[in-house]
């Protein structure tokens, strides 16, 4: 697969289609070995080094991708991105500006939220490789070796040069600080599945049915451990979903609502439960998802109480009209575990997107007073195992790839109940 960037150009279907400015060619669209040498002329058995990722920088200057050889490439936007590359030709050619290493495969990866490419003290991201703690890199190498989290809202800058002209060799993106995991009992190191900054110095780490809290300046294997943890079950032992309150499964996906959301707490029982549904006051709220297929909502961005627990299969009222069709013997509104959630800004926040492996649709749930599932984001086309991302464009529209090469884009989510069906679609690569 090719990693490419588009702009809006010539109108289709009365909308601008999309055209390509920048891209990578086909360096990443090599082989590597699964095992020891990774150099791309060995001889060796291979596979394909295709992207796992890519996420925007908050300032929308920088990409940071994960590829399958275990490597972060950052690249940084040229300033003259849309204009007529020199020498003429199509479009940009990217290259790596840095690039990191795990010595195994990383579970889960996340920017910093006050990324500035002109502050490298932001330009810092987090991952967790497995059997390995939690690090802290800089994604924009400085001389710097160590984390000084006193200069993240710094008014000094630097100017980073983002000049292809000599094609120079990437620099390697450094290790600031590390933040163990560990289970109490053994000792091992735990690789949390997802990663969540709520601050610019707090971060959230979601692994088997437990949430921790870190603080950035805690760090290192004396001090750097959760500054506390949130088990998502009353009792690790009663794994049936904690004895019948909250639940249970390795915590795949964070969000933070955008803005407070007024919605009905009960005192940690699950979604409709007697008692759930009385008035609370307004919070930003952590949705937490797992591979099992439940949500958890919970107040104060996840260090308040929880207002409630739902699962996506046990909640849906089906029936003639529902519209569910069947993929593969199941209904294809039954995924494999949530794999992404995001919030949809406006309309009082109240409404989540959940994104599902070996599912082609996106959920849209109203977590105002029952949870109820407000639409179905059809056509998505993302029948696979792998972590397939959505995104929000603005306030109501909704873009998703799928595993045929198409980007898809569905337009008034939220504003209907129902099925919605994508708005239009344009071919975005022809890889597999």
């Given amino acids: 697969m090719e990693d490419m960037m588009v702009d809006n150009a010539s109108a289709i279907n009365g909308r601008s289609e999309p055209h390509l400015v ?8 090599g082989k590597i070995a699964p095992l020891g040498s990774r150099d791309m002329a060995a001889a060796a058995p291979r596979h394909t080094n295709y992207f796992r990722s890519a996420e925007w920088s908050a300032d929308g200057t920088t990409l940071l991708t994960t590829s399958y050889d275990n490597t972060f490439r950052t690249f940084i936007l040229p300033p003259n991105l849309l204009s007529p590359p020199s020498p003429p030709r199509i479009h940009h050619h990217l290259r790596p500006y840095s690039t990191h290493t795990l010595p195994s495969p990383p579970h889960a990866a996340t920017l910093h939220p006050s990324f500035t490419l002109s502050y ?40 980073i040069s983002t000049s292809n002209s000599a094609n120079p060799p990437p620099q390697t993106s450094p290790i600031l600080a590390t933040y163990p995991l560990t289970n109490p009992h053994t000792e091992a190191f735990i690789a949390p599945h997802s990663l969540l900054f709520t601050s610019t ?26 500054v506390e943890r949130f088990p998502t079950i009353p009792s690790k032992r009663k794994k ?3 004895g019948g309150v909250g639940m249970k499964g390795i915590v795949s996906a964070l969000a933070v609502s955008g803005s407070p959301v007024a919605i009905s707490v009960g005192g940690g029982g699950r979604v409709g439960d007697e008692g759930y549904e009385r008035l609370g006051a307004q919070s930003q709220i952590l949705a937490a998802g797992t591979f099992t297929r439940w949500i958890g909502l919970y107040d ?4 308040g109480g929880t207002i409630g627990v739902f699962n996506l299969g046990g909640n849906e009222k089906r029936n003639e009209n529902d519209g569910d069709s069947v993929v593969m013997g199941r209904q294809e509104s039954e995924g494999r575990g949530i794999t992404q959630l995001r919030w949809l800004p ?12 070996c599912s082609d ?18 056509g998505r086309r993302a029948n696979t195992m792998q972590r397939m991302g959505i ?9 998703a790839g799928g595993t045929d090469g198409m980007i898809r884009i569905w337009e008034g989510v939220g504003k209907a109940e129902g099925d919605l069906w994508p708005a239009w679609e344009w071919k975005g690569h022809d890889g597999e």
């Fill in 22 to 29: 920048a891209i990578t060619g086909n360096t990443y669209n």
């Fill in 346 to 357: 406006g309309n009082g926040g109240q409404y989540l997107l959940i994104a599902e492996r």
């Fill in 391 to 399: 995104d929000v464009l603005d306030g109501d529209t909704v873009a």
């Fill in 361 to 378: 649709i996106i959920h849209v749930w109203d977590v105002r007073m029952s949870g109820r599932r407000l639409a179905v984001l059809r």
């Fill in 300 to 303: 104060a961005m996840g260090r």
């Fill in 201 to 226: 110095t707090t971060f959230l780490a979601g692994f088997d049915s437990e949430i921790a809290l870190f603080d950035i300046n805690r760090y290192g294997a004396s001090n750097g451990g959760p």
């Fill in 240 to 242: 049936i979903v904690g």
């Fill in 120 to 159: 490298p003290s932001t330009t810092l991201f987090l991952t967790s490789p497995s059997s390995l703690p939690i690090r802290l890199v800089s994604a924009v190498p400085t001389n710097s070796s160590s984390i000084n989290t006193s200069t993240i809202s710094s008014s000094s800058s630097t100017t």
